[in-house]
């Protein structure tokens, strides 16, 4: 068994999703996966079905999170050797900008607002924490890729559009796991 199984009562994950999920990656990271390519970013995104007696959620979530860190490393490396650590550097200083320009917006117009019908994210929730954001772009602030990954907003009638903060966070991580 390669997780703790959750606790009695408790979801978790279904193990064989997450026993053959982790036999795909480690044939992707050895160079032996003829199928289908797994990167940092599909592992961000990658969702397991939950059942009793299943993996213990946290212990695969953070398996998950070093895996994540591994994969961007190694593509950190194979981009530099394709394009050069100069140019390299240069697109992960744009993309950083990007992000900074959208976070020091002015609170409540940084993304876009859903109708005051529909659920989108804490405006005051988001603008907090593009705050946080900022402030690593600008000074080297307190934020982790863990922070990021684990960010939750408290839902808001006409907040902001939960598709484009999402992007952005998949984003700051992208750019926070390449400049390791």
Known sequence: MTFPRSRKGRL???????????????RAYTGDQ??????????????????KTGYSTSHVDAALERLEDAFAA?????????VGEEAWYATARETAQEILDRTV?????KFQRVSLLTLGYSTRDVDAFADRIAEYFQSGG???PADVRTVAFRPQRGGYREA???LLLD??????????
Do not use: C
């Open 12 to 26: 978790g994950y279904d193990i064989d999703e997450v026993e053959e999920f982790l036999e795909d990656a480690r």
């Open 34 to 51: 003829p199928g289908e390519v797994i990167t940092a970013d599909s592992i961000r995104t990658t969702a397991f079905s939950m059942r």
């Open 74 to 82: 190694r593509e950190r490396e194979r981009e530099i050797a394709e």
């Open 105 to 109: 917006r002015p609170r409540g117009k």
């Open 142 to 144: 307190e934020l982790t």
């Open 164 to 166: 484009q903060v999402d």
């Open 171 to 180: 984003v700051v991580t992208r750019v926070m796991l390449s400049v390791r």
